[in-house]
């Protein structure tokens, strides 16, 4: 896979939320339709902080339409930590990275090896 395919209508949804959380990271669970991304899951009871974001992913709901996770960077830079190399080992499938100012310009994927690929939106 050299590219994910996300709905516009999610993208500017999820930053909006990156913005509503700022300076607190926000996360989710990306929901695929048909090979598009279409909705987000925000996990029940979430931790959002500064440089990390914590939730119970025993609460989560048994769901195989979700192929993928979100987070912001309050930060300008959307390369992934540590951490997230070890989330995204952990959650398999594409993984968005939004930095700070949280534009469309500073959205990056991931593939759970964290290697880069390339966003495509839908309309």
């Not at 949804?13 to 991304?37: C, H, Q, S, T, W």
């Not at 070890?86 to 759970?112: C, M, Q, W």
């Amino acid at each position: 896979m050299d590219v994910v395919r996300i709905r516009r209508e999610l993208l500017e949804y999820l930053l909006e939320l990156a913005r509503e959380f700022y300076p607190n990271e926000f996360a989710g669970f990306l929901r695929e339709k048909d090979g598009v991304f279409e909705e987000v899951l925000i996990a029940p009871n979430p931790c959002f902080g500064r440089s990390s974001a914590f939730f119970d992913t025993l609460m989560l709901p048994y769901d195989r339409s979700i192929k993928g996770t979100v987070h912001s960077h309050p930060g300008p830079s959307a390369r992934p930590s540590q951490a997230d190399l070890h989330f995204f080992s952990k959650f398999g499938g594409v993984h968005l990275i939004i930095a700070y100012p949280f534009t469309e310009d500073t959205v990056r994927a991931y593939l759970n090896n964290g290697e880069r690929i390339r966003v495509e939106v839908v309309d």
